[in-house]
């Protein structure tokens, strides 16, 4: 079975994934900005699933020689990586632009966009390499070229990776490794949920479009772990909440009680 890389994972959705591959079979690497997270993580895991398929390393995204040394750790323990997933990324909450802290956006442009880079790199000239691979950038709010009031910041670095995923394909095309997105949809996790946070009348509206439009991470992560394992193709996007669901969704809202983690209650 693959050995899948995924960055960003000891929690939210990026350890949810890491649970759905160990689910199917797969090794799985699992990162966070600290050892003691990792470790913990990577303990639980083993609690679950076969010892020798759970690792972790520690890694800043922002650093490329620590995914430098992510990818060679992996390679050490399993020998090769099938699967890498540029998953860690930073978010905020809402806020116009002017009103923001301006340290964030460099942060956030070096976690979700300069780090996302460096990991398709690292991943990229590895699996040339070893002859094969796939890669694969979590996109999401914005990435499609829409906006929302006082997610400018967010929304830029994923308009940005859109960008880069696109151009990837193109320049893998012909070569044994390809690249694609995942766009999750609104998954409920510390990151979404940051989007709670700001005046009261933005808090209320996010609440609303979250109890339509969000899901639990175990409803999702599986869905995308199975096609992730299936896909062969070069320019793959594996979209949960397709415009067809979305507009479904908001259909029926009158009608749904749908309520992932009590949002309603608030």
């Not at 599986?222 to 908001?250: E, Q």
């Amino acid at each position: 079975m693959k050995i899948v890389v995924i960055t960003g994972s000891t929690r939210g959705i990026g350890l949810a994934l890491a649970q759905a591959f160990l689910e199917r079979g797969c090794s799985v690497v699992v990162s966070g900005r600290k050892q003691a997270d990792v470790d913990a993580v990577v303990a639980s895991l083993a609690e679950s699933f076969e010892a020798s398929r759970v690792a972790g390393k520690a890694c800043d995204v922002t650093q490329p020689q620590q995914l430098q040394g992510l990818w060679d750790a992996a390679v050490e323990r399993f020998e090769r990586v099938d699967v890498w997933i540029n998953n860690a990324g930073i978010a905020h909450g809402q806020a116009m632009l002017w009103e923001h802290d301006m340290d964030l956006f460099g942060r956030i442009a070096a976690t979700n966009l300069a780090g996302a880079m460096s990991g398709c790199s690292v991943a990229i000239r590895g699996m040339l390499t070893q002859g094969g691979g796939a890669v694969y950038n979590m996109e999401g709010l914005g990435s499609d070229g829409r906006t929302v009031d006082g997610m400018i910041p967010y929304g830029a670095t994923k308009r940005a990776l859109r960008y880069i995923d696109d151009a990837i394909v193109k320049e893998l095309a012909g070569t044994p490794v390809i690249a694609g997105s995942i766009l999750p949809g609104m998954v409920v996790t510390d990151l979404l949920l940051a989007g709670l946070e700001g005046p009261p009348e933005k808090v209320a509206q996010a609440k609303k479009i979250f109890t339509i439009l969000a899901d639990r991470t175990e409803t999702v992560t599986p869905w995308i772990a199975d096609r992730v394992l299936a896909n062969t193709r070069n320019g793959a996007r594996i979209s949960w909440l397709t415009n067809t669901k979305a507009a479904w969704r908001f259909m029926s809202a009158p009608f749904s009680k749908r309520d992932p983690l009590g949002l309603k209650d608030r």
